[in-house]
């Protein structure tokens, strides 16, 4: 690359070129080898990406089967051979060789016989999109099915189908893999640093904006964060499949989860949408608020969104016994766009500059929320004088008023012990960076001093 | 009646009937026989009506003049035989045997005769409505006077009459009922049930809206409760006179009032005004909330209004010593409209259509206060597993959410000990029955577990 | 005077004269004999004005330059004997004793002779505005200079220029004035009784809107306060030069601040703009509600912002340390009308009807804070019966709900221990002088005593 080359659009083009990848790789589920070999994809773009990454620890999990995970047990592992229908001419449809999609994730190992109409409730399509393949699963209730387009469907010659599901559902493990970058700073308090957790799921197959876009972004961010010369966090990247994942995560790290001080879940970053952010069950939780100045200062098309307990695995870490402060990051919802579970969320449904734009507002976001603290006025007592300590302008000028000067001022009068640096931007109603520039001048001249926050955050 | 026949017109009926009756009874007031009279009219109709009730407990208390009540003492019996005016020619006006509201209330015992200028003093009329008797009392400042229309008024001759105020101001009694029907479940924590106080006034004579429609109403509600299979409550209604009426009663169960958990004063259910619900001065109370539900659910016109210290008797318990959770339901409030206390509020001003539905929308705030209670998520480290519980569709589809599984997750997610059933109802703005429909099934599976709420409610 | 003259009018003159006088001082900086000379013409208007005032302690305080004050200290003493530019044809420019402006204020002693472009640097003008002075200052920073119009200094001829300020800054002492007028009741609960502090600035020189105007206006304060028949607060009236004098009386009286329940800054009057509440830091202090009140009853143009850590004093004594109920009155604020801190703010700017509207919020603010308290029903079971009281009416009429009735139902509902008489007002959507008539009544009949409230206030 040259040096007039944008960068920004060079990431959006690696980015996109690995959701490409991984949209074609083989059938990927909630266990099985089509997930290693997706974490293959991920632990090699770590290794080879641009700039050239720090060493970066990517741990691969196996959960063996019937572990008990909460209220859940970990399921068998589901792998596929084949599958696919042959039709009384002899030719094959809905061949999982064709398209990951096919084949009903989950489906149970079969080989039978079956005139149409015996086949037809084990066949799903759309009706309405007659050209589009749906995403449909069974994970927790045993049957098997194929899912083709209506078009497809509604061509099936009558007859005898000879249906074969060349899959193994046996006892084996679920896998997930667990970047942990520790702070590079020690806690203010002494004891474990706080943590920020984000995660994306990884048991979709071959659909890209749910979730090639979440992988790929959540990998990229891996590089970024190692990259760092410091990080007051430790940081937590997790790639599990969903629901069962995130449960499986949570329940071998019960003891941990008190430390996660802000977290993210991160799915549909591609799409052509504005950015969404949802909302932790808590509402206020600095990611939030980290979230909301992020996205405003963005310059980008967004929205907030309050939490619910639909979605992705929010719903897990936000569930009232753990109700930790995770918030969603995403473009369009689920359910909002036709695309959503079809085939038709392929590579053309995402785009470089989408795929950009919501790496660069999780990084705000990831670098509001280790920016922000609590800070104390150390002198306060009327009005420091700024003046001596260099802070101000020498000769009284009328008219002015300079926005730095404002920032010492507003930061000075609201560092009381009750509010963060981002409760300040807010009540101040100035930039993020503003607050952040007076910080550092203040704290450098003995002014303000850090401290813990009224919860020990953050 | 037939299968076919419309029950809800039936109840309309039954109750404009019963306005007509208390319509015309003798003149009443704050005490004397006219009350009496008019709670033999309720005790017929709880004896008789249709469908045949339980047995109704209909207890009579008669609180001797002279007692102590607050800062209050209960007044002299009023009783009246006859009162009319005789004019110079013989004729009568103003006879109480023509109209009861003739009668200025609590008129003292006189037979005087007077020049027509020094009657008028004693003469209420309502010149911008011509036609109308005005319904004036004097409980406090003894006095005497005549009510007529402002025609017969200036159509008086001149020259002397007859004052003839044939009543008695004596020790006696005042008169009310009580009706309770205790809860069918035993307290959550033992102890005594919480109660539900519906109260109504009987003072006022003729007029039908102020307040037949409120007796008729009361009325119609012990028949409902009494034919209740269970009920969590106890219910306590009251057929009281105004003011003095509630002073009494608390003065007499000041001991008990702890035990109010809702409450509910009734008056000017059956004109062609809206719904009209008066919060409680607590302006949160679970009866505030239900209302709201209840009237947003009802499809009728309707509107909430704020606590103020003018009205009916939430007046005396809402005062700030009692301050209890009693709001008010109606429909055009006092002084909205201008029949009010007027002759012109008769039975033409009610009618069935109005009667039936306060009294729907009424046994709805009741039976959503009821239903309100706070439950427990027995499982809220992640989500249940719903799938093998029965609670969840078997295939992942993928578009249509289900309202009933947004409700059983947003049921696990907000039963965390800080909301009861109407706050996550409003949280998650679903309806009420469906808030019911999932804690039903949740509880079903022992997800959720019954608790009191932080403060012992509801 | 004549009784026909309106004394309303009066006011603003005697108020717009006295601005007059205190424009025409000698140079005012924020030491030296400039303030002085101001606080000379303050007492003189206070022993001579009408109407006779009580006599008035007005006593004068010098603090030695060195002093230490919170974070600062007490700066060396200025005085101005002479400052001028002589030109290179012998002709004098910029003469200090010509307008006070002319000389940056504490500007150091210089004789020197430099050509015009050294020149240059020292001198100061409006390009926007050639016709106005600005007013500088360079307290902080060692520094002389000559402010001029920017036409006068565009025709400053070339050539050498002879520089004379004639100045001393040496160690003396700064001046400030403290009236206390003290209360004339006991506090409720012994002790010490509150406190009511108003502030002004009397270091501008010339300058008529910022600050003759709150000289005048706080002058006046000070004979209206001694004139009244009561005060429940002391009254504390400061006379300061800006910044450096509220710190230095904030670091004598450290020990008895605690005992200011109110405060309001008093800064540019008397200009056309409307009138303009800055609320304290707190933002609901009782100073704050009752500014509301007063400026929405008081018929004139008005606006509330919010605190913010620029201004004038109210920066001091809300900083996070001292965080003092203290809030600012004035109509246009410093920055947004052109004529600020130019010579342009000049008696013209100001009008006597400003002054005078002004001084009326003033004193409806003062007086709303000093009848706001707490009081408690003494009878809240039920409603007392204000029939016997002679409090209400004694035929029960229909529709004229009488406002005063209203306010008594109010009062005795809201006197529960939790509300001042300004949240009942607000609360009840009534004036607060109705509320006032209501507890005179009330209090009258025993029906509400007077009592501390929550936080030992007001």
Redesign the interface.
């Known amino acids: 690359m040259t040096v007039s080359e944008d960068p920004a659009a060079g990431l959006g083009e690696r980015l996109h070129q690995l959701v490409g990848q991984l949209a074609a790789a083989p059938v990927r589920s909630i266990t099985g080898d089509g997930v290693r070999a997706t974490l293959d994809i991920v632990a090699k773009a770590l290794a080879e990406g641009w700039p050239a990454p720090a060493e970066i620890p990517f741990e691969i999990h196996e959960v063996p089967s019937g572990t008990p995970v909460?209220?859940?047990t970990v399921p068998k592992e589901w792998n596929v051979r084949a599958a696919y229908l042959v039709g009384p001419d002899g030719s094959r449809f809905a061949d999982v060789a064709d398209h990951p999609l096919h084949l009903?994730?989950y489906s149970v190992p079969t080989r039978t016989r079956l005139g149409l109409d015996e086949l037809r409730p084990h066949l799903f399509s759309m009706p309405d999109r007659p050209d589009w393949i749906?995403?449909?699963?069974?994970?927790?209730?045993e049957?098997w099915?194929f899912c083709l387009t209506d078009r497809a469907l509604r061509a099936l010659p009558d007859g005898e189908y000879e249906v074969v599901v060349d899959t193994t559902l046996t006892d084996g493990s679920l896998t997930y893999a667990e970047i942990v970058l520790p702070a590079t700073e020690p806690a203010p308090g002494g004891g474990e640093p706080d943590e920020f957790l984000v995660t994306t799921h990884t048991c979709h197959p071959a659909t890209a904006n749910d979730n090639g876009s979440g992988i790929a972004v959540l990998t990229e961010l891996a590089r970024h964060l190692a990259a760092l010369p410091s990080r007051r966090h430790t940081f937590r990247l997790l790639f599990i499949p969903g629901?069962i994942g995130?449960?499986t995560w949570?329940?071998r790290n019960?003891d941990m989860v008190g430390r996660i001080r802000h977290g993210l879940v991160l799915t549909g970053l591609g799409d052509r949408g504005g950015l969404t952010y949802k909302r932790s069950?808590r509402g206020d939780a600095t990611v939030d608020r980290a979230a909301a100045v992020a996205l405003a200062e963005s310059g980008q098309e967004h929205r907030l969104v309050d939490f619910?307990?639909?979605g992705y695995d929010e719903?897990?870490f936000?569930?009232?016994?753990?109700?930790l402060p995770v918030g969603r990051l995403g473009r369009g919802q689920h359910?909002e766009y036709p695309q959503?579970?079809?085939s038709a969320d392929d590579l053309s449904f995402v785009t470089p500059e989408s795929l950009a734009g919501s790496f660069a507002a999780l990084t705000r976001i990831i670098e509001i929320c280790d920016a922000n603290a609590f800070w104390r006025?150390t002198?306060?007592?009327?009005?420091?004088?700024l003046?001596?300590r260099g802070l101000y302008r020498?000769?009284?000028?009328?008219?002015n008023?300079q926005a730095v000067e404002?920032g010492l001022?507003?930061v000075?009068?609201?560092?009381?012990g009750t509010r963060d640096l981002l409760d300040i931007g807010a009540r101040?109603d100035i930039p993020f960076d503003s607050v952040l520039a007076a910080v550092d001048a203040l704290a450098g001249v003995g002014l303000l001093a850090r401290e813990a926050g009224p919860e020990g955050t953050p």
């Open positions: 909460l209220d859940w009903l994730g749906p995403y449909r699963t069974s994970y927790w209730n049957n099915g629901t995130s449960i949570l329940a019960r069950r619910s307990p639909y719903r897990q936000c569930s009232p016994g753990f109700d359910g959503y579970h079809t006025n002198s306060p007592y009327g009005e420091p004088q003046g001596r020498a000769i009284g000028a009328t008219m008023r404002m001022l507003w000075l009068n609201l560092t009381d101040a």
